[in-house]
């Protein structure tokens, strides 16, 4: 009938038709989509790259600003003859400490961190020349906060005479062997009391001959074992780690790795041991005997770094770690040498506030832990073990000064 229609044709072909051209848009969205991937692919690892770059970029500006002329120490104002390191003669050298702070490093015309001049001293003056490494330099505390400025101070008021203290201290100079060696200079600045600060560093398997090492450096002794972090050396990796020290959890278990890498790095037999205890002996002998021919007492104090000390704090004692050894040992030797030493590991043990005492990397005291050791120095040099400082009986029970 001719008013009948057929649209099944008509029917397919649109389908036909709106399923070519529905293919035909898929086809097109693939294709833009696998451009649109390969862009990507370009497009995103730049973006991180850029975002990587702007971040060390800020960093680096952040801690340029936090740490002003790092490294400048060493390379200024500290020089080194043969192994043996030495300050510039009236060089001056400025850092930022761990709170934002300028800290100045001027030495005097003998190249010593001391406000006192080298010449002969003054007539009716006790002296007393202070050796030792970094850590009585006061490496990271302004001259004014130092041990030996406020050793000065606090002699004076407590025996009621003129007591000055020379700083003769510097960076790699504590080892035995080094101070053997530097010993008729030590003994040219008319000491009439030596007074030696030690630490771990100085008694380092790789330092007992005297090679300097990490100290000169101004390094952190864990930057043996230290985190691995992007950029080695620089100064972000100094500020990430000076943050992640401040957990003293992070702290110590870095400090006690390092005790296992160094006893596997240093195994030593027995005879080994033996040989680098004698040559400790031998160069404490060195010093002691130049000093007493003089007639110059010397009085020895074993200081230990932070985590050394929440070491020792530990019960049970980590495996690997010897509590009490190295001040045992340095207590004997100096004592069999007629040298005078002070323990003062059982006042930092009773302290309730240790971290204070240290910078955030626990290698250095800081300017609140040079006011503590000035007094457990001091309270010892007073008690009748040095006749000439005495404490006079009307200066007792005065405040002590601390700032």
């Known amino acids: 009938m001719p008013d009948t229609i057929d649209h099944s044709q008509g029917d397919a072909g649109r389908a ?6 529905t293919h035909s848009a898929e086809n097109e969205d693939s294709s833009r989509g696998r451009k649109g991937l390969g ?20 960093t680096k500006l952040y801690t340029r600003m936090e740490f002003v002329h790092l490294g400048m120490l060493p390379g200024r104002c500290i020089a080194q003859s043969g192994s043996v390191y030495h300050g510039v003669p009236n ?46 330099m006061g490496y990271g505390v302004p001259l004014q906060s130092t041990l030996a400025e406020r050793l000065s101070v606090e002699l004076s008021r407590r025996t009621g005479r003129r007591v000055e203290v020379y700083n003769a201290s510097l960076n790699g100079v504590g080892i035995p062997a080094n101070l053997a ?12 009391l030596i007074l030696w600060v030690m630490s771990s560093w100085d008694f380092h398997p790789d330092t007992v001959q005297g090679e300097v090492q990490e100290e000169p450096s101004l390094g952190n ?17 100094r500020l990430l780690r000076e943050i992640l020290y401040r957990s003293q959890s992070l702290y110590t278990a870095a400090y006690l790795r390092k005790i296992r890498n160094d006893a596997q790095a240093h195994a030593t037999s027995d005879d080994e041991e033996r040989e ?14 130049q000093a007493k021919e003089n007639g110059v007492p010397v009085v020895g104090a074993f200081l230990p770094e932070r985590a050394g000390t929440e070491a020792y704090l530990m019960n049970p004692c980590p495996k690997g770690v010897a509590a009490d050894e190295l001040n045992y040992e340095l207590n004997a030797i100096l004592s069999s040498e007629g ?7 059982p006042d930092l043990r009773k302290t309730l506030n240790l971290d204070g005492l240290y910078d955030p990397l626990g290698a250095h005291l800081n300017a609140e832990g040079h006011a503590f050791l000035t007094q457990l120095l001091a309270n010892a040099l007073t008690s009748g073990k040095v006749p000439a400082l005495f404490e006079r009986q009307d200066t007792k029970g005065e405040g002590a000064q601390t700032n």
């Not at 060696?181 to 009439?192: G, K, S, V, Y």
Request: aromatic share 6%; net charge positive; hydrophobic share 40%.
């Open 16 to 21: 036909v038709s709106v399923g070519a051209g």
């Open 39 to 58: 862009l990507d692919w370009i497009i995103l690892p730049l973006i991180a790259a850029a975002t990587i770059g702007c971040l060390y970029v800020g």
């Open 91 to 136: 060089s001056v050298c400025t850092e930022r400490d761990n709170h934002g702070r300028i800290v100045e490093y001027r030495f005097n015309s003998c190249g010593d961190r001391t406000s006192l001049d080298c010449g002969r001293k003054p007539e009716g003056t006790y002296r007393i020349v202070l050796i030792g490494s970094s850590n009585p």
């Open 181 to 192: 060696t530097e010993m008729p200079r030590i003994m040219a600045l008319q000491p009439d």
């Open 221 to 237: 002794p864990l930057e043996l074992s230290k985190l691995r972090l992007p950029f080695p050396g620089a100064r972000p990796s």
């Open 276 to 289: 680098r205890m004698r040559l400790i002996s031998l160069n404490v002998k060195t010093i002691v005997d």
């Open 339 to 345: 040298a005078i030493f002070v323990d003062v590991l």
